[in-house]
């Protein structure tokens, strides 16, 4: 079911700042994920060698000998 008395340009001047809103939210998104992407491909980022934890104990099950 549809409203009957549906007023186009009423309801865009109500919804004005939330859309401007979810546009200004998807830039910064875009800009994020390309920033991360380049520090990916620099190598600029986190390396996995000082992502893992070494010094960790390794747990083994029971059949594991």
């Given at each position: 079911?549809?409203?009957?008395?549906?007023n186009?340009?009423k309801?865009?001047?109500?919804?004005?700042?939330?859309?401007?809103?979810?546009?200004v939210?998807?830039?910064?998104?875009?800009?994020?994920?390309?920033?991360?992407?380049?520090?990916?491909?620099?190598?600029?980022?986190?390396?996995?060698?000082?992502?893992?934890?070494d010094?960790?104990?390794?747990?083994?099950?029971?059949?594991?000998?």
């Amino acid at each position: 079911m549809s409203a009957p008395d549906t007023n186009i340009e009423k309801q865009k001047s109500r919804h004005r700042f939330v859309l401007i809103g979810f546009a200004v939210v998807g830039i910064f998104a875009a800009a994020m994920f390309l920033l991360n992407m380049g520090m990916a491909v620099d190598g600029e980022g986190p390396l996995v060698e000082e992502m893992v934890d070494d010094s960790a104990p390794v747990l083994q099950g029971e059949g594991a000998d």
